[in-house]
C-alpha cells in the first residue's frame, strides 16, 4: 500500500486562520484595554490629555499615553462616593434593562409559541405584521408611540421607554423560527401523559429552547443598556431619568476626567452577561446551523 503523503497545507491554513483571528480580536480589544487603563489615571492628568484633542495638524495622529504618571482610583471615588451624578444614571440604565427583559421573558417566549404552534384564524396575518414592525427603523414608529403614550398619559416616565420594549418582534420571530423546528414527537408524548398546554410550554418547550433563549437574552441586554432614541424622544422633560448611554456625549464634549471610568463601569455589565450566556450563544448558532 501506498502512504499518503501529507504535506501539511490543512494545518498551515489553520494556523493563518487563527493568527488573522487572533490579530482582529486584539484589534477589536484595544479601545476596551486603553478605556480600562485610562480609568486609573488621575482626573487632571485626564483632563490635560483630552485637552490635547483638536490641537494637532490635520492627518498627524493624537497620542497615546501607555502608562499614568501615578496610578490613581480618584476617578471612581469620584463617581461612586463624592459625585454620584454619573452612578444614577448607571442605575437608571439597570433599572430600563431589568424591567424590559422581564417583560419580554414573560411575552416574547409565549408569543412565539402561539405563533409556532397553534393554528387559529389571522395567525399569518399577525405573522406578517410582526415581520414588517422588525423591519422598520425606530424613526418610522416613533410619532404614533409618542401620540399614544401622551393620549394615555405615559409620556416623560420610566414606563414610557420599557412598555414599548416589551414587544420586540425580532426577538419574537426568532424564537418563534426555533420553535418551529422543534419535533411534534416532543410535545405530543408529553400530552399523552396528561401535560396541558401550559405545562408543555414550561416544562417541556422552555427547557428546550434554552440556548436560543439565552441568546436572545444577551443580544436583547445589549440593546437595552444601549437605548439613546428611545429616552431622548420619550423622557425629553425628565433628565434625572436618562440612561447612562444617553448621557455619554456630554460626558465626552468637555472633559471632566471621569469619562473613562464611567465608560470602564458602563462596558462591565455587558460583558458578565455575555460571558454569562456565551455557551448559549454559542450553542444557539450551532443549532440553527445545523436546521
Not at 493563518?16 to 488621575?42: D, G, H, K, N, W
Not at 398619559?153 to 426555533?178: E, H, K, N, S
Not at 419535533?183 to 405530543?188: G, K, M, V, Y
Not at 429616552?231 to 456625549?249: A, G
Request: hydrophobic share 55%; charged share 15%.
Amino acid at each position: 500500500m501506498k502512504k499518503r503523503i501529507s504535506n501539511g497545507t490543512p494545518h498551515a491554513s489553520m494556523a493563518v486562520t487563527r493568527f488573522v483571528l487572533m490579530l482582529l480580536a486584539a484589534i477589536m480589544l484595544v479601545p476596551i484595554f486603553v478605556t480600562a487603563l485610562y480609568s486609573f489615571f488621575s482626573p487632571a492628568e485626564i483632563k490635560a490629555f483630552m485637552g490635547t484633542r483638536n490641537n494637532f495638524e490635520a492627518g498627524a495622529w493624537m497620542d497615546i499615553k501607555l502608562a499614568p504618571q501615578m496610578v490613581s482610583l480618584r476617578q471612581y471615588y469620584d463617581i461612586l462616593i463624592r459625585d454620584t451624578s454619573i452612578l444614577k444614571m448607571f442605575c437608571n440604565s439597570a433599572m430600563y434593562s431589568v424591567l424590559i427583559l422581564l417583560g419580554q421573558a414573560a411575552v416574547v417566549p409565549m408569543m412565539a409559541y402561539a405563533l409556532s404552534r397553534f393554528k387559529f384564524k389571522g395567525r399569518d396575518a399577525i405573522f406578517f405584521f410582526i415581520i414588517m414592525l422588525m423591519l422598520l427603523p425606530f424613526q418610522v414608529t416613533m410619532v404614533p408611540n409618542v401620540l399614544t403614550l401622551r393620549k394615555i398619559g405615559l409620556l416623560d416616565t420610566i414606563w414610557a421607554v420599557v412598555l414599548p420594549m416589551w414587544f420586540a418582534p425580532f426577538y419574537i420571530f426568532l424564537i418563534r423560527q426555533f420553535m418551529v423546528g422543534l419535533p411534534n414527537e416532543l410535545l405530543e408524548a408529553a400530552q399523552m401523559d396528561g401535560a396541558g398546554t401550559l405545562r408543555c410550554y414550561i416544562h417541556i418547550v422552555l427547557p428546550v429552547c434554552r440556548p436560543i433563549l439565552g441568546a436572545a437574552v444577551a443580544l436583547s441586554f445589549a440593546d437595552c443598556w444601549n437605548l439613546v432614541e428611545q429616552p431622548m424622544t420619550y423622557l425629553t422633560n425628565r433628565l434625572d431619568l436618562q440612561p447612562l448611554s444617553v448621557m455619554f456625549n456630554q460626558l465626552a464634549d468637555q472633559s471632566s476626567g471621569l469619562e473613562f471610568a464611567g465608560a470602564s463601569l458602563y462596558i462591565l455589565p455587558a460583558l458578565f452577561v455575555y460571558l454569562y450566556f456565551l455557551k448559549d450563544i454559542l450553542t444557539g448558532i450551532q443549532l440553527t446551523e445545523l436546521k
